[in-house]
């Protein structure tokens, strides 16, 4: 695991960091200590980035009575007193998707978490020996927070059950690493991946979804409707094989190919096209 973790960092280190715009001022900080920074999107939402995987990022989105914690991050100690300080709501655990970056040891902070059951393949392996109780969610369930409504949208590609949650009264969602920060690792099928990409396009559209915070946020790489088309028309591309990525040695897809559109990367395998 601990290979995997520096091998993840260096990855990401190595190819996001230096494409990322230097100086995005976030504003002051409403918390922060060596692991992790919390600034503020608006008056009831906040994300945070750990420093141990390429900012790996975490949110707390808040309603009248109840708040959303969407990932947890890598290791983050006394998370639960942290995000207890930011929001004095009781705090449901949603994962975007079951990575060691998403919902790592911290998890063991709290006494349930919902996931989606495409997932569970990566629960032994990924979820930081969990011990609590994992809830089950699914395509179309809503978290009522009182005046607030999240909605989860099934979203794999990069995992099997990966998923966005979206806002459609403040106009973003949360994708974690559904469509990639900029760097998207298929994991699962680039045939699940087109779908979602054509999901996205069309509720982001019909919504009015703006934009998506993704699960790598260095400030400025949101998720956007054109990156979405964009993506969709590169991986329909590939899928068709109109389009191949080049080979590369360095990519946590085994055998990789990357393909590289306008400020993303794609990275897949030949197996992902079966
Ligand atoms: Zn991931």
Redo the contacts with the bound molecule.
């Keep these: 695991m601990k290979k995997l973790l520096s091998a993840v960092l260096s990855f990401f280190m190595a190819i996001t960091v230096s494409a990322q715009p230097r100086g995005v001022d976030r504003g002051t900080p409403v918390f922060q200590n060596e692991d992790v920074v919390f600034y503020k999107i608006d008056d009831h939402t906040w994300a945070g980035n750990g420093h141990l995987m390429s900012n790996e990022s975490l949110y707390i989105v808040e309603g009248n009575n109840s708040a959303l914690l969407i990932d947890v991050g890598t290791n983050i100690k006394d998370l639960d007193k942290i995000v207890a300080s930011i929001t004095d709501k009781p705090v449901k655990l949603v994962a975007t ?1 079951v ?1 060691p ?2 919902i790592g040891a911290s998890v063991n902070y709290f006494d349930e978490v919902y996931i989606h059951p495409a997932d569970t393949v990566n629960v032994a392996s990924m979820m930081g020996n969990y011990r609590g109780k994992i809830i089950y969610m699914k395509e179309g369930d809503v978290f009522d927070l009182g005046g607030r409504r999240i909605e989860v949208v099934h979203t794999p590609g ?2 099997p059950g ?1 998923v966005t949650f979206l806002d459609y009264a403040a106009g973003y969602g949360f994708s ?2 559904s469509f990639g920060s900029g760097n998207l ?1 298929v994991f699962d099928k680039m045939s699940s991946f087109i779908s979602t990409c054509e999901k996205m396009k069309k509720i982001m559209a019909d919504k009015g979804i703006k934009v998506l915070y993704p ?1 790598h946020f260095f400030g400025a790489n949101l998720e956007t409707p054109k990156r979405v088309d964009d993506m969709l028309t590169v991986s329909k591309g590939v899928m068709e094989g109109t389009m191949k990525g080049e080979p590369a040695a360095n990519s946590l897809v085994p055998n990789a190919l990357i393909i590289t559109g306008e400020g993303f990367r794609i990275n897949y395998s030949e197996a992902a096209l079966r």
């Design positions: 998707h990575h970056d998403h990069h995992t990966s974690g690493d690792l699960g």
